[in-house]
Every structure is written in structure tokens, then in C-alpha cells.
């Protein structure tokens, strides 16, 4: 992989890893169960997006 591949994963990761953070944070102060729960599932999907781009390295 090239330095500025590496550079796109590296953005990637931290982008998925605030929207996942950012989700939690929400999920822990909503008091409607619908909301929290798509709060969570929203988290869940960056973990997952991390995940992969994580493992392309």
C-alpha cells in the first residue's frame, strides 16, 4: 500500500471511530427507547466499518 493509502485508512479509522463514540454518547442520554436504540444499532455500524478498515492494514 502506498503512504497515502495508508494516509485515507488512517482518516477513515479515526472518522468511524468518532461517529461510533458520538453514537454511544448520544444512546447513554436519550431517554426514548426507539431513539436509543437506533443510537446504538448506528454505533454498532461504525464498530463494524472500523473493523474493516482496520483490517485492511
Do not use: W
Not at 448520544?26 to 482496520?54: C, G, I, M, V, W
Amino acid at each position: 500500500m502506498s503512504p497515502k493509502e495508508l494516509l485515507y485508512i488512517e482518516d477513515a479509522l479515526g472518522h468511524a471511530q468518532y461517529l461510533c463514540t458520538q453514537c454511544r454518547d448520544a444512546a447513554r442520554q436519550l431517554t426514548d427507547p426507539a431513539l436509543r436504540s437506533q443510537a446504538e444499532q448506528l454505533a454498532s455500524s461504525n464498530q463494524a466499518l472500523f473493523n474493516r478498515f482496520y483490517n485492511l492494514v
